[in-house]
């Protein structure tokens, strides 16, 4: 069965770092392209970064570029967010998504997310 | 960076017809726009339910369909259903960015 399965949230003092992972299974994760997207609590969701199957084809929105920083291991089949310098408003449940088997098209499916909270 | 703009809230009685519309701050959207069509119920992760404007996922059921219509793009939920009570995002495809609308809450009542 396809999975994805996020972990690595937690609270975190504003300023600080944390990595996010996502553990694929059930599928060829090396095949497909990968995206982040995050809703903070009560609000929308909110497109943050993608990363091509191989090689390194990688997009970030603006108001993480430069602080956030997304990789790939395919041996591990996982997906990781790199978060530095966290601020408030990076507060949110983080979710993974895949790319469609037929490729080309994002948000196949989705991970159930993890939770970061930026507070003092 | 674009605004994507969608109604924040919508009313549809159970068997009826509703339209959600999803627009751009930078113009019409069109297909090369790629809109996507999300649901999300409370607690849960997202779901996708159109993607390139029309196309359907083998989840998604036949009465949401997802079309271009005067210069936004659009979901219609035919012959509702109280599941169906959700809140709908839309996202489309910029030159290197890619953004989601602030949703719209459908209550169906």
């Known amino acids: 069965e396809m999975q994805l399965v996020e972990s690595g949230g937690g609270l975190v003092q504003p300023g600080g770092s944390l990595r996010l992972s996502c553990a694929a299974s059930?599928?060829?994760?090396?095949?497909?392209?990968m995206t982040w997207v995050r809703q903070a609590p009560g609000k929308g969701l909110e497109w943050v970064s993608y990363?091509?199957?191989?090689?390194?084809?990688?997009f970030y929105a603006d108001s993480v570029r430069g602080r956030f920083t997304v990789s790939r291991d395919n041996a591990k089949n996982s997906l990781y967010l790199q978060m530095n310098s966290l601020r408030d408003e990076d507060s949110a449940i983080y979710y993974c998504?895949?790319?469609?088997?037929?490729?080309?098209?994002?948000?196949?499916?989705w991970g159930q997310g993890t939770l970061v909270t930026v507070s003092s | 960076q674009a605004v994507v703009t969608q109604e924040p809230s919508l009313t549809v009685s159970p068997g009826g017809t509703v339209t959600l519309t999803c627009g751009s701050s930078?113009?019409?959207?069109?297909?090369?726009?790629?809109p996507y069509w999300f649901q999300q119920k409370p607690g849960q992760a997202p779901r996708t339910l159109i993607y390139?404007?029309?196309n359907k996922f083998s989840w998604t059921p036949a009465r949401f369909s997802g079309s271009l219509l005067g210069g936004k793009a659009a979901l219609t939920l035919s012959g509702a259903q109280p599941d169906d009570e959700a809140e709908y995002y839309c996202?489309?495809?910029?030159?290197?960015?890619?953004?989601f609308g602030g949703g719209t809450k459908l209550t169906v009542l």
């Open positions: 996202f489309l495809s910029y030159t290197d960015t890619w953004v």
């Open positions: 930078t113009g019409a959207v069109t297909s090369g726009h790629y």
């Open positions: 998504a895949r790319e469609a088997p037929w490729g080309a098209t994002w948000f196949y499916s």
């Open positions: 059930g599928f060829t994760f090396s095949s497909f392209s």
């Open positions: 990363i091509s199957s191989r090689p390194g084809i990688i």
């Open positions: 390139d404007t029309t």
